[in-house]
């Protein structure tokens, strides 16, 4: 009734025009629209109650790469509108955020990737970080703090953040490298710096676990829950970490049964064929060692199975098409959200093999060539990701 009368006084103010009758929706003040009214605080699932946005860097990219395309141009345009994490990969990144965050509606969320501990991807080569490894102060003063200080002047908005790809996963399976040898002490430290600090009403975390082709193996299940556990009690157990982020940058298929690496011989060792049934195995043995358990998963990439030779085979699998689109119905209790982490188009390494940064997994048969560095637009292989995308768009 509020709404009726308003309305009425309104077109009486303005006089006889045969203008449309504002509804209660029209004189709504304009703030109402953009960030919430007061303070948010995310318990919960964070994806129930408010959507992800699509980020403005991802969909400028693909607005370009779409204009560039002569097939599939409309299907490409659709992949602007799809939310995205933004990676925040580098300390020259930070000023990414704020273009992104201050004008997110309140039922919707922004998204970002913190990515730049010292001695970064230290199994490989593709993702070398800007920071030594050792550099602990610099990641502490010049890339979290100055993160959470723009966070903190957004306290209305919901942020979603995943907490360093690859990094503990690398302690558990990768830890007799000599260069995970060396990052190991500061990649502890410094997730656990970002859990205490980032740890903001406003912001749920979900901190990387691999995919079940790494940590689902049975014998990395219990080292690997307790890897992230010992972390975030560590960290002081910070209310707003959910849970952990799978298949990040992944191809793993969401359910596909039998797993697509299941005829393997080595398959007997490892139950977590798909993501689903690695996030039913590892979620438990979590909670075991004391991590609260929900997970997001990217399908981002995984709408192509059946491509690759070894499950651990990660850069620019040729062939790949989009996956399912993010949402927070998964039909799984403990998956909060289906979710695209990498940026599909965004390259995973360079295939230049003189490049300081070559990874010979990038060079492999079934990764696709030419590839830019790591982060770096990949038109063609965006293409491809489109033409190939399952479900279509
Ligand atoms: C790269 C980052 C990039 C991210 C998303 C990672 O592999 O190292 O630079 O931002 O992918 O594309």
Known sequence: MKGLYTALVASAITGA?????????DVKPRAAAAACASAVTLTGNPF?????????????KVKAAAAQMSTNQAAALKVADVPTFLWIDRIAAIELIEPN?????????????????????????ASNGELPAGDLA?????YIDPIVAIFKKYPNTGIVLVIEPDSLPNLVTNKDLQTCKDSADGYKKGVAYAFKSLNLPNIAMYVDAGHGGWL??????????????????????????????????????WD????????????????????????????????????PAQAIVDTGRNGVTGLREEWGNWCNVKGA???????????????DAFVWVKP??????????????????????????????????????????VANANPKF
């Open 256 to 291: 596909l049964s039998p797993g697509e690496f299941s005829k393997k011989t080595d398959a007997q060792w490892n139950k977590a064929q798909n993501e689903k049934q690695y996030v039913d195995l590892f979620s438990p043995a979590l909670k075991t060692a004391g991590f």
């Open 48 to 60: 129930t109650a408010k959507s992800q946005v699509a980020n403005k860097d991802y969909s400028e």
């Open 101 to 125: 965050l201050k004008d997110i509606p309140c039922d919707k969320l922004a998204a970002f990737v913190i990515y730049d501990l010292p001695g970064r991807d230290c199994a490989a080569k």
């Open 138 to 142: 610099t990641y502490k003063s010049k």
């Open 17 to 25: 025009f045969a203008a449309p009758t504002p509804t209660d929706q």
């Open 216 to 253: 689902g193996w049975n014998d990395n299940l219990k080292p690997g829950a307790q890897m992230l556990a010992s972390v975030y009690k560590d960290a002081g157990s910070p209310k707003q970490v959910r849970g952990f982020a799978t298949n990040v940058a992944g191809w793993n298929s």
């Open 321 to 335: 098409g989009f996956g399912r689109r993010p949402t927070s119905s998964t039909s799984h209790t403990l998956t």
């Open 344 to 385: 599909g188009g965004e390259s995973d390494g360079t295939s230049d093999e003189s490049a300081d940064r070559y990874d010979s997994f990038c060079g492999k048969t079934e990764s696709f060539k030419p590839a830019p560095e790591a982060g770096q637009w990949n038109q063609q292989y965006f293409e491809e990701l």
